[in-house]
């Protein structure tokens, strides 16, 4: 069996760019199958992007191509890339933070620059443009890698993994009975804020299941939400409207209003200056 394609962008389908990248890796095989990440990472950001591929790589056939494209530097000396994790995935992006949790949280064992030389639609009318390397570049390499007109030697030259361009990621604090650390991703559609304190450091530092916790939030140094929240397992054991605290699908803290958006309800975000601390 040939490996999936999942795609993942800012694009949005709201016009072709997604289309014309799957009408490129038909172009390539028409027996490769394509799948949907999201379309709807924000605007620009790679630090979401990087998130996102670590949300979902690892549930995904081992040897899934991914590719993801959120590319403000495209056409720039950005590398495009392809990574393979130590655990049999690739990867096909910009590499320009994108790859940071997936390096970090799981492993990348090389990582190659693509070579446009080889690895580059031709013959389209697409040999000027440079502004849509998701399809000229990202979406034609990926098809060509999963389909077996090359191998991982075949994308281009290898560089040093250490080389890949990372963003910085906060570490949580904890001691007994209080553990801080930042809201450092979203769950968009319900609202929920997610950091980055996993829940084993949480309950090591002495809190359980039904304690109603003390959380503190700050956005550049002022405090914008101090209340008592409870902690449990999942959303139902809180009032329909409550806040709480509850651990998310990748076993770290997170924050919700019970069928409500904590995020909308109390104006609060994420990012390093969205600093989050609970107290017993």
């Keep these: 069996m040939k490996p999936l394609l999942v795609f993942q962008t800012d694009f949005t389908y709201k016009e072709g760019a997604v289309s014309s990248m799957y009408g490129v890796v038909k172009c390539v095989d028409r027996e490769l199958e394509i799948m949907d990440g999201t379309h709807e990472l924000p605007q620009f950001d790679t630090w979401s992007a990087s998130y996102r591929l670590y949300q979902s790589l690892q549930f995904w056939p081992e040897g899934t191509v991914y590719v993801s494209v959120v590319d403000p530097g495209v056409g720039t000396k950005r590398r495009p890339c392809v990574a393979k994790t130590v655990d049999g995935y690739y ?16 492993g990348i064992e090389a990582v190659r620059e693509i070579d446009e030389s080889v690895n580059r639609l031709r013959g389209k009318g697409t040999e000027g443009v440079a502004i849509f390397h998701g399809r000229d570049l990202f979406g ?7 389909s077996g007109i090359i191998d991982f030697e075949g994308v281009g030259p290898e560089y040093p993994v250490e080389e890949i361009v990372e963003h910085e990621i906060l570490e949580p604090h904890a001691e007994p009975g209080k553990v801080s650390g930042v809201f ?21 530092a002495g809190f359980a299941y039904g304690d109603y916790v003390t959380v503190k939030v700050t956005h550049e140094g002022e405090v914008v939400f101090d209340q008592k929240v409870l902690f449990h397992q999942s959303f139902g054991f809180a009032q329909k409207g409550d806040p709480m605290i509850y651990n998310n699908e990748l076993m770290k803290v997170a924050m919700a209003v019970s069928q409500g958006s904590f995020s909308d309800k109390y104006s609060l975000s994420y990012g390093p200056d969205w600093k989050v601390e609970f107290t017993k």
Aim: glycine share 4%; no cysteine.
């Design 140 to 146: 034609y390499t990926a098809a060509r890698l999963a």
């Design 91 to 106: 990867i096909v992006t910009p590499d320009n933070g994108s790859l940071t949790h997936v390096k970090k949280l799981i």
């Design 184 to 204: 450092e991703i979203n769950d968009p559609n319900f609202g929920n804020l997610w950091t980055n304190i996993p829940l084993k450091t949480f309950q090591e």
